[in-house]
């Protein structure tokens, strides 16, 4: 998804009430957890195609403080393709309050996100398996590290549900995209989310999305053959 990395958000992109709330963040109240509370907003009902896309279109739509509900206070974020790990509301909220003036005028241009197909289903409590501790042979430790580490991440959070979505993404850029020159450009591309859910919150969040196809639409690299400009 098209955000800033977190580190890079101060006080100049902030507002006094966002501020505000980022200093609440640091001593969160305790959470109460409502009966019967809808799925879409993180309530504990079953998932479905509908949540997938209440929730893709979350960050644009209803605005960063909203979309702190959906996780839980323990959580892994990530976008693969940019390196970017988030852990903590903190880092999400900074992440995506940028973008809750977004618009065709704004600096971050337009977003729209659909769903186009969902799969989910409840399960036992259960947590990731993970592979044995160690390098495996033929690896050097700090490339096995470098690509493993991060998947470790939230591997000890139990789930109840679990949620896969596909999309796409038709982004109208009105400045670069984390320095990629992308001003006055359209971009369509798809993605895929994988999140596991507890108590209907969602515990684990990982994105991939085609950044290929997305360097080739804004001249990075050029198009595989002349098959692909005919699709």
């Given amino acids: ?80 393709e940019f390196g970017q790990t988030i852990t903590t509301k903190e880092e999400l909220y900074k992440a995506f309050v940028v973008f809750n003036n977004s618009g065709p005028d704004s600096e971050f241009g337009e ?51 679990w949620g896969y979505m596909q999309w796409i993404w038709k982004a109208r850029h009105n400045a670069d995209f984390f320095g990629i020159p992308a001003k006055g450009k359209t971009t369509v591309t798809r993605g895929t989310t994988t999140q596991f859910y507890r108590h209907g919150k969602i515990v684990r969040c990982r994105t991939h999305w085609n950044f290929r196809e997305f360097a080739i639409q804004l001249g990075l690299i050029p198009p595989p053959d002349e098959a692909w400009r005919n699709n």
């Fill in 1 to 80: 998804m098209h955000i800033l990395y977190a580190n890079q958000v101060n006080d100049e992109h902030l507002d006094p009430h966002q501020r505000e709330f980022i200093r609440t963040l640091r001593t969160p109240a305790p959470l109460t957890h409502v009966e019967g509370a809808s799925a879409l907003g993180g309530g504990h009902a079953r998932k479905s195609f509908t949540t997938a896309q209440d929730w893709v279109t979350a960050f644009f739509e209803k605005g960063a403080d909203e979309v702190l509900g959906y996780y839980a206070d323990d959580f892994v974020w990530e976008d693969i």
């Fill in 111 to 161: 977003h729209l996100f659909e769903v186009i197909s969902y799969d989910g289903h409840t399960v036992p409590v259960s947590k990731a398996t993970l592979r044995e501790a160690g390098t495996p042979a033929g690896w050097a430790e700090q490339d096995y590290h470098r690509l493993t580490d991060n998947m470790r991440l939230g591997a000890d959070f139990e789930y109840d549900e």
